[in-house]
């Protein structure tokens, strides 16, 4: 068992290396395990539209749970493999007994996952009040990321019932993960840019 000095040392490397906006800290507030699995798949949805790269989860290792079994931990490992296949998240490592280190998937692992077709079936352009209130910058964008999606599926001339499509399938994936607050459409612009970038 380590020491408080040698714990007190980790957190702090832990803090250099990740800092406070890529940590979550699951032992703060004392949730139950529901709420910490909707607590971690909140924020790590959150933070792959914000920024990339690894982030720490906190569990704690349960050593004050009855019976000594941890038993949010083992709620969020079992939450990893499911992010994984909807494209949150790639990676996931035991970083310390009580937490896991967590590289976020990129934006376009998220728009992409599941796989399609390459040729899918056209639908009727859908247009719902969401994108209508869009500002046209937004809408703009978005219609890029979707155009840039399809050609990567070798869909090289999209109808606009393919575009329309794909606008709101885009708009489904990475609206709901964008923070809430006044800047949220700000904010939904800043994630569309990067998506697109990531299709070089």
């Known amino acids: ?3 408080g000095r040698a714990l007190s040392i980790e957190r702090g490397f832990d803090e250099m290396r990740f800092g406070p906006d890529r940590t979550l800290n699951l032992r703060a507030g004392l949730p139950t395990v529901a709420q910490a699995v909707h607590r ?7 933070r792959q539209v914000v920024q990339a790269g690894d982030v720490l989860v906190i569990t704690g290792r349960g050593a004050g749970s009855p019976g000594g079994i941890p038993a949010i931990r083992n709620a969020i ?11 949150v998240i790639t990676e996931v490592r035991q970083h310390t007994e009580g937490s896991f280190a967590v590289r976020l998937a990129s934006l376009r692992t998220l728009v992409e996952a599941p796989r399609r077709r390459r040729h899918p079936t056209p639908r009727p352009v859908r247009d719902p009040e969401a994108l209508r209130a869009l500002l046209p ?10 155009t840039v999606s ?3 599926l070798g869909v ?11 606008m709101l399938r885009q708009f489904d994936r990475i609206a709901p993960s964008v923070p809430h607050g006044p800047v949220r459409e700000a904010a939904l612009r800043a994630a569309l840019e990067r998506a697109i970038e990531e299709y070089g």
């Open 150 to 152: 399809l050609e990567a």
């Open 156 to 166: 090289r001339t999209p109808t606009e019932a393919f575009i329309g499509d794909e």
């Open 77 to 87: 490992e079992r939450l990893f493999p499911a992010l994984r296949r909807q494209g």
């Open 137 to 146: 910058s937004t809408r703009a964008l978005l219609r890029r990321l979707a």
């Open 40 to 46: 971690a798949e909140v924020w790590l949805r959150e």
């Open 1 to 3: 068992m380590r020491s």
